[in-house]
């Protein structure tokens, strides 16, 4: 009754595709690539009193081989694209009989994919408060640093690269229609440092909605 497991893969789709066409440089690159790859997932939730759940989930990363293209608009990638081996940690504790409070941490092993890149951990926090029985308003944060060593900076003729360590705000809302349909929606925005080189700033700034729809089957 308090002890869960779960196992699951994912199916994953990398495609890239370009046409350009520069009359001035002699250019005429049209080309479009794509490969398949799977990562499975394995995740275990502990219940150890009423109020409090605990999770621990694990992603194994993949390897996607692509074929080659000279012209290929991440050259880098020309062989083979990887997604990170990945675990996390969280809990959620029922603070009131309305509201809940969650945190979570975890790590991407990203140093295997590329030298360029460093291992990054992630943090997460979130609210839920069920205002009635069918409405629920969700809050919640979380950061995603940025990959690229610091040694490796000079490569992308950025002074620095803080624009790409993101913190993220989320505001969203649930409904459960019936016992079987809810649908949620959720809005979030992107905070970073601008990065001014060579008299430009570059902001990379990022807004994201979502719609989820979803139906039991009881």
């Known amino acids: 009754d308090n002890f869960s497991v779960g196992l699951g893969f994912d199916a994953i789709q990398f495609q890239d595709k370009l046409v350009a066409k520069v009359p001035v440089y002699g250019m005429d690159i049209d080309y479009n690539r794509s490969a398949f790859g799977f990562q499975g997932n394995i995740g275990l939730m502990y219940k150890p ?46 603070l009131f009989d309305n509201f809940t409070f969650a945190a979570a941490i975890s ?16 943090y997460r926090v979130g609210t839920e408060y069920r205002a009635t029985e069918k409405l629920a308003l969700h809050l ?28 993220y705000l989320t505001l969203g809302a649930e409904y459960q229609f019936t016992d079987a349909l809810k649908a949620g929606i959720s809005l979030t925005h992107s905070f970073t440092n601008p990065v001014t080189y060579n008299g430009v700033t570059y902001k990379y700034e990022i807004n994201l909605g979502r719609l989820d729809i979803s139906y039991k089957f009881l």
């Open 140 to 167: 919640g944060f979380y950061s995603d640093p940025n990959l690229i060593k610091d040694e490796y900076r000079s490569t992308y003729n950025l002074t620095n690269l803080d624009m790409y360590n993101m913190k």
């Open 49 to 94: 009193v009423e109020k409090l759940s605990t999770a621990f989930v694990l992603r194994s990363g993949s390897y996607v081989n692509v074929p080659n293209e000279p012209d290929s608009s991440n050259p880098s990638f020309a062989e083979n694209v990887c997604y990170p081996l990945v675990w996390e940690f969280g809990f959620a504790y029922d």
């Open 107 to 122: 790590e991407n092993k990203t140093s295997w994919t590329s030298v360029r890149y460093q291992d990054i951990f992630q």
